[in-house]
């Protein structure tokens, strides 16, 4: 599974986007500016092969979460949820390479 420690810290959040795969998901970590101007961390997770911008919106699922360390630590867990609740969609996407 996911862990914390293999994530980038909000310093890096506030400038960059993180982007890593798990096992045929692929998944990204950036800040968001929401319309009351509310900074949030939002946290994709989407199938391989493509990547972000290469991959229908429809297959991707999405949540915010506040932006910081806490708002990283509920992402990771809501990647690790995800990866449980659909995993075989994850290991038809991998395609058996791992």
Do not use: C, H
């Not at 692929?26 to 319309?35: A, V």
């Not at 990771?76 to 949820?81: A, G, M, R």
């Amino acid at each position: 599974m996911l862990e914390l420690k293999d994530f980038m810290p909000i310093n890096f959040l506030k400038k960059e986007k993180f982007t890593g795969s798990f096992k045929g998901m692929r998944f990204r970590m950036e800040k968001f500016e929401g319309e009351n101007e509310e900074t949030a961390l939002a946290v994709t997770a989407w199938p391989e092969p493509y990547g972000f911008d290469a991959t229908p919106q429809e297959e991707k699922e999405r949540k915010l979460f506040s932006f910081d360390a806490d708002g990283i630590a509920q992402g990771v867990d809501w990647l690790n949820e995800q990866y449980k609740t659909q995993e075989e969609r994850w290991k038809r996407a991998d395609g058996g390479w791992r």
